[in-house]
């Protein structure tokens, strides 16, 4: 079964500088030469979705001008669209969902605008985006992108859809992702300590042409720290979640899981571990309180940068739980991407780049763009 990563982010779009020397710019715009040595136009974005002031990632788009737009149509097939004919609304109404790009941030701004090119969604954006004020839902496809020069993976999040947040959607960076481990992936040496449990587990996603689809690798987090076990309900509940992530066997299994990222710093809860000594003795001797010491505000702890499971969806294939993973021994380890060592950063987001007009865009969103966060709200104990 394939499966592509998404991403659900819900929050405040955070519009980076414009500057020359800016290493991220908001909207920046190129002229190179293809393989055919033709000159293409490239436009490409990058901005902020701030879920609170401690939490924000970065979502990106890329696209070039083509002479030919290579899509698929409502019926699964190939279409191409000369890149003159790109508005013309019989040709987008031939187009699949899975291959528009849409942007709808209100009446004041366009309304309701489908694109069948990211190029002509990145110039919708770059007008309208700096002027919208309010919370926005963000929506695309999540990967794992691998950076040789920092022998490392990046997470990446590739714009789809834009769309002005509804007042009741609660601000959230949220990724959906089939994840396979199996019982030599699970960790908890250190949930004594710091009340987590890691899973070392994969994707499947498209890598290139030549290398087609491949596991390449995750971490992920669990964390018990505000799970009470002297509430009935917490207990359920954790004992719910641990039987997904806890499994038997060596045999890969996998499930898709509703994950938060956490990117900056976590809140934390004000305790007397915070106060100095001096102030410990004051409330010992009946002086002060520990709310007279604790500081206005939120409170913020270590620095995080983490893929926390919210809960898993049992939804399709997977209304029953796990399922075993069809690559078994082996072949499942021979389909883990082995990554070249000597290539480029600019070898790597060049390729990546390339990779976007691939056989992975074929593929249908799991879920749909526009659908509501209607899980149970666990938010107390995440």
Known sequence: MSYQARFNFVGTPVIP?????????????????????????????????????????????FDSKQDVIKTMNTDNEKLDVNWDDRFDEDIVSQVASYRKYIVDLGEDHG?????????????????????????VVVTGQFTRDWYAKKKMYFSKFRIQNVFAAPEERKSRLMITADLFYNKDSFDDSDFDENKKITLDCYIEQYINKDEGRK????????????????NERHKKLLNYKLKYIKVKGKAMVHIPWEMVLLRGAEEADFDESMLTDAQ?????LGIKT??????????????????????????GDFADGLLEAEDKGDEFEERIYQPPQDETLDEAKNSSKNGKKSDKDDEPPFDEDEKKDDGVDEDDLF
């Open 215 to 230: 596991y390449v690798p995750i971490q992920v987090v669990f964390s018990g720290a505000k799970y009470d076990m002297e």
């Open 17 to 61: 500088k414009q500057k020359a020397d800016t290493k991220r710019p908001f909207c920046k715009e190129m002229t190179k030469k293809d393989d055919k040595g033709k000159k293409r136009e490239m436009l490409s974005m990058t901005f902020g979705v701030k879920e609170s002031d401690s939490n924000m990632a970065f979502v990106e788009a």
């Open 290 to 315: 520990l709310d007279d010491f604790k500081p206005k505000g939120n409170i913020y702890g270590d620095r995080i940068d983490e893929f926390r499971l919210f809960d898993p969806k049992l939804e």
């Open 111 to 135: 309304g309701r605008q489908e694109f069948i090119t990211v190029y002509d969604m990145i110039k919708h954006l770059q007008e309208h985006l700096p002027n919208y004020e309010g919370r």
């Open 280 to 284: 410990k003795e004051q409330i010992e």
